[in-house]
């Protein structure tokens, strides 16, 4: 069966700091990978999307990036911390094809002081 | 107006109810639902999967799309205090990213 994992749990970060999330997937091969951020009492929003190794789709213009190193490990990136960068970071999976449902992680609560 | 709609909630009802939760939606190509289930500080659970239109069952829960109206329901039997979180649904359509489009998600309590 297929695992995702996704690490760290919780997180707190001062301003300006840089940040690293990790997301590996288990027991499938080439699937699609994507970063989505959660804010409390509002939906999911995407950040990026992978289809491939070294391919990301951005969504939305922001202070992160992302990046695939690997066919099953995916990376959420920042430079430097802002404030609103704080949030619910959730990994998810999927098989390639249209209409496939996503698995995901248990996400990564991000605080910024 | 939002791809998806859904009512944020919150919903609360005695245990054993029967719940009916709802999203609307505005783009007729799409083509693949799906209800999800998410806890309190976890990420959210794969719950129904249904393409094009009619109804799915397993066990407690029923998933309902109806393409003509662009309505989709889920409900859930005999409802239990661990059916408690909040249930998002999303879709998606046959062109286009491989990607889904979520509603807010309805928070729902069931009280014992």
């Known amino acids: 069966s297929q695992t995702i994992h996704q690490w760290p749990a919780t997180l707190v970060q001062p301003v300006g700091s840089p940040l690293s999330l990790e997301c590996t997937v288990e027991?499938?091969?080439?699937?699609?990978l994507y970063w989505y951020r959660q804010a409390a009492g509002r939906g999911l929003q995407l950040l990026f999307y992978?289809?491939?190794?070294?391919?990301i789709s951005s969504e939305v213009p922001q202070n992160l990036s992302a990046s695939r190193p690997q066919d099953r490990q995916f990376i959420l990136s920042s430079k430097k911390l802002l404030l609103s960068d704080s949030g619910f970071y959730l990994c998810?999976?999927?098989?390639?094809?249209?209409?496939?449902?996503?698995?995901f992680g248990d996400g990564t609560r991000l605080s910024i002081l | 107006q939002k791809e998806v709609e859904q009512d944020p909630g919150p919903l609360s009802v005695p245990e054993g109810a029967i719940v009916s939760l709802n999203c609307t939606y505005s783009n007729s190509a799409f083509q693949y639902f799906m209800w999800y289930r998410q806890y309190s500080r976890k990420g959210p659970e794969l719950l129904m999967y249904t393409y094009s239109s009619g109804n799915k069952e397993d066990g407690r829960f029923t998933a309902q799309v109806d393409k003509s109206s662009k309505y989709i329901s889920l409900f859930i039997r005999d409802s239990q205090p661990s059916d408690s979180a909040t249930y998002l649904c999303a879709m998606s359509s046959l062109g286009g990213a491989q990607k889904l489009v979520f509603g807010q998600g309805t928070r729902l309590t069931i009280n014992p």
């Open positions: 998810a999976w999927s098989r390639q094809g249209i209409g496939q449902p996503q698995h």
């Open positions: 992978s289809v491939g190794i070294g391919q």
């Open positions: 027991g499938t091969s080439n699937p699609n």
